[in-house]
């Protein structure tokens, strides 16, 4: 079906904090060596009293903390039974989703821009992701635009509000205070030189002094959030401490996807960010801080299991749709129908409508010869937020995952063991969702949480105008009912840009 039409815009009254002997220390530090790191006296914590009543009202600070592949089977377990004690006992003592239905298609970048701005991709502008080079060109397959939806941060600005964007994704150029890149491939190369550009002048001082020029801060893993964890303490208690605070950990990413969510190590690693988690609240409490701000960790999508890869360009090479270059078998000299991956589903983009219905005959011949993947129909894509410029898309069934070689086997095994990026949610992509702290009610579990409703939900709590695009506020997390924004939420406009 052809589709050429534009998309629009339109805790509880406790903290029962948990310690074990692995507990890393809270935000309190000294510097050594040029790397910010917690005081002897303070790496083994003993067992913290219990925080003051949480109060009712808007929080002056609220953290939005992202984790990588975060379910709900990391903290709905017993406080003493999850892989993430702490997080459980956040999940125990404020509100808890059972289940967090992630956009489509399933990949961060997206998941980022919808809980940013409440947006699904199609209406966030955010509709592609990960281009290699050697692909089409951006003027054919588009590349990751500027969110045009309006996001959180500048829903802060319009309220006098400022806001500190640490590692967020898609949110490099974003018009905020406080900003600090987020990890990307292969830059540990040109990390000074990134970091003097993409990090804000408010922020950049203060990022070099606790560490930021040593390279393991550029590359994803236990190192930067513990970097990025230290930033957000000696941020927060800072004259410039900002009201809102988007954070992005990362060590949990390359092991979901190497070994799978099974893995011998996701536990341990994930088990690690519960540990960054809990300094931030000991840090929030120390700088007597935790009265007054709210803490919501979410995942950005579930990482499901994989064993086979399917190159559906390989069909479309074979129909004569796409010509390699002879000096590289996966760079495209000329291309008249393209199969652009998200592991788990794919947009096929084409020339005209003629290549897109010959596209459409070759790949259903392969999806019919290997059982390994299904077509999407446009109607299905649309209903989804998918990018509208795409004539139809593919789904690979549990367990494949969808390239874009255009040489290589159709079929052959996946040298990773997790992926993401599957249209139709499934249990198993479901992500995670806790909310705690001043305002938020204690002891209640979400049987469904869109991933949508999270960015209006925390724009009624903090009083702040955001246009409700898909996502609607879940009131019923609150306290006592937020103060609804003034009904003239479009007149925010400016770009995130």
Same mark, same amino acid.
């Given at each position: 079906m052809r589709r050429r039409e534009r998309w629009g815009l339109r805790a509880g009254t406790r903290l029962a904090l948990l310690t074990t002997v692995t507990l890393v220390a809270a935000c309190v530090t000294e510097e050594r060596g040029g790397r910010f790191r917690p005081s002897r006296s303070q790496e083994r914590p003993a067992r913290a009293s219990a925080s003051a009543a949480v109060t009712s009202g808007p929080p002056s600070r609220l953290f939005l903390v992202s984790v990588p592949g975060l379910t709900p089977a990391a903290y709905l377990s017993r406080p003493n039974e999850a892989f993430m004690p702490s997080l459980a006992q956040l999940a125990t003592d404020g509100v808890a989703a059972e289940r967090v239905e992630p956009v489509s298609p399933a990949v961060s970048l997206f998941a980022h821009a919808a809980l940013a701005t409440g947006a699904l991709p199609s209406q966030s502008g955010v509709i592609a992701s990960d281009l290699s080079e050697g692909?089409?060109?951006?003027?054919?397959?588009?590349?990751?635009?500027?969110?045009?939806?309006?996001?959180?941060?500048?829903?802060?600005?319009?309220?006098?509000?400022? %806001?500190?964007?640490?590692?967020?994704?898609?949110?490099?150029? *974003?018009?905020?205070?406080?900003?600090?890149?987020?990890?990307?491939?292969?830059?540990?190369?040109?990390?000074?030189?990134?970091?003097?550009?993409?990090?804000?002048?408010?922020?950049?001082?203060?990022?070099?002094?606790?560490?930021?020029?040593?390279?393991?801060? *550029?590359?994803?893993?236990?190192?930067? /959030?513990?970097?990025?964890?230290?930033?957000?303490? /000696?941020?927060?208690?800072?004259?410039?401490?900002?009201?809102?605070?988007?954070?992005?950990?990362?060590?949990?990413?390359?092991?979901?996807?190497?070994?799978?969510?099974?893995?011998?190590?996701? +536990?341990?690693?994930?088990?690690?960010?519960?540990?960054?988690?809990?300094?931030?609240?000991?840090?929030? +409490?120390?700088?007597?801080?935790?009265?007054? %701000?709210?803490?919501?960790?979410?995942?950005?999508?579930?990482?499901?299991?994989?064993?086979?890869?399917?190159?559906?360009?390989?069909?479309?090479?074979?129909?004569?749709?796409?010509?390699?270059?002879?000096?590289?078998?996966?760079?495209?000299?000329?291309?008249?129908?393209?199969?652009? %991956?998200?592991?788990? %589903?794919?947009?096929?983009?084409? +020339?005209?409508?003629? /290549?897109?219905?010959?596209?459409?005959?070759?790949?259903?011949?392969?999806?019919?010869?290997?059982?390994? #993947?299904?077509?999407?129909?446009? *109607?299905?894509?649309?209903?989804?937020?998918?990018?509208?410029?795409?004539? #139809?898309?593919?789904?690979?069934?549990?367990? #494949? #995952?969808?390239?874009?070689?255009?040489?290589?086997?159709?079929?052959?095994?996946?040298?990773?063991?997790?992926?993401?990026?599957?249209?139709?949610?499934?249990?198993?992509q479901a992500a995670g969702f806790v909310a705690f702290g001043r305002g938020v009610r204690s002891a209640l579990r979400l049987p469904r949480l869109r991933q949508t409703d999270i960015a209006p939900t925390l724009a009624r709590w903090l009083g702040l105008q955001l246009p409700e695009l898909d996502g609607r506020p879940v009131v019923g997390i609150f306290q006592t009912p937020p103060v609804a924004a003034p009904a003239n939420v479009n007149t925010v406009t400016e770009s995130v840009e």
């Amino acid at each position: 079906m052809r589709r050429r039409e534009r998309w629009g815009l339109r805790a509880g009254t406790r903290l029962a904090l948990l310690t074990t002997v692995t507990l890393v220390a809270a935000c309190v530090t000294e510097e050594r060596g040029g790397r910010f790191r917690p005081s002897r006296s303070q790496e083994r914590p003993a067992r913290a009293s219990a925080s003051a009543a949480v109060t009712s009202g808007p929080p002056s600070r609220l953290f939005l903390v992202s984790v990588p592949g975060l379910t709900p089977a990391a903290y709905l377990s017993r406080p003493n039974e999850a892989f993430m004690p702490s997080l459980a006992q956040l999940a125990t003592d404020g509100v808890a989703a059972e289940r967090v239905e992630p956009v489509s298609p399933a990949v961060s970048l997206f998941a980022h821009a919808a809980l940013a701005t409440g947006a699904l991709p199609s209406q966030s502008g955010v509709i592609a992701s990960d281009l290699s080079e050697g692909l089409p060109s951006a003027t054919s397959i588009r590349e990751a635009a500027p969110m045009r939806a309006i996001s959180l941060w500048q829903a802060a600005a319009s309220a006098g509000l400022t %806001s500190a964007l640490l590692g967020w994704p898609g949110a490099e150029e *974003a018009q905020a205070e406080h900003r600090f890149p987020e990890v990307l491939p292969a830059v540990v190369s040109a990390w000074s030189d990134r970091l003097q550009t993409r990090t804000t002048p408010a922020l950049l001082e203060r990022a070099r002094r606790l560490g930021a020029n040593d390279p393991v801060v *550029a590359v994803a893993g236990q190192e930067r /959030d513990r970097f990025l964890v230290n930033l957000t303490c /000696d941020l927060a208690q800072s004259p410039q401490a900002p009201a809102l605070v988007l954070l992005r950990l990362t060590q949990t990413e390359d092991v979901l996807r190497t070994e799978g969510p099974h893995g011998l190590n996701v +536990r341990a690693a994930f088990a690690r960010v519960d540990q960054e988690i809990e300094r931030l609240l000991q840090c929030l +409490r120390r700088g007597e801080l935790l009265e007054k %701000s709210a803490l919501v960790v979410v995942g950005d999508r579930g990482i499901v299991p994989i064993h086979t890869m399917v190159q559906p360009n390989t069909s479309l090479a074979a129909a004569g749709l796409i010509v390699p270059k002879v000096e590289g078998a996966s760079l495209v000299h000329r291309w008249s129908a393209f199969a652009r %991956s998200y592991g788990g %589903s794919a947009f096929v983009y084409a +020339r005209s409508e003629e /290549d897109a219905v010959l596209a459409r005959h070759a790949l259903s011949e392969a999806a019919q010869r290997t059982r390994a #993947f299904r077509i999407v129909t446009a *109607a299905e894509m649309l209903r989804v937020g998918a990018d509208p410029q795409a004539w #139809f898309g593919l789904e690979a069934e549990p367990g #494949f #995952f969808l390239g874009e070689e255009i040489t290589a086997p159709l079929l052959h095994p996946t040298t990773q063991r997790g992926g993401d990026g599957y249209l139709m949610q499934s249990e198993a992509q479901a992500a995670g969702f806790v909310a705690f702290g001043r305002g938020v009610r204690s002891a209640l579990r979400l049987p469904r949480l869109r991933q949508t409703d999270i960015a209006p939900t925390l724009a009624r709590w903090l009083g702040l105008q955001l246009p409700e695009l898909d996502g609607r506020p879940v009131v019923g997390i609150f306290q006592t009912p937020p103060v609804a924004a003034p009904a003239n939420v479009n007149t925010v406009t400016e770009s995130v840009e």
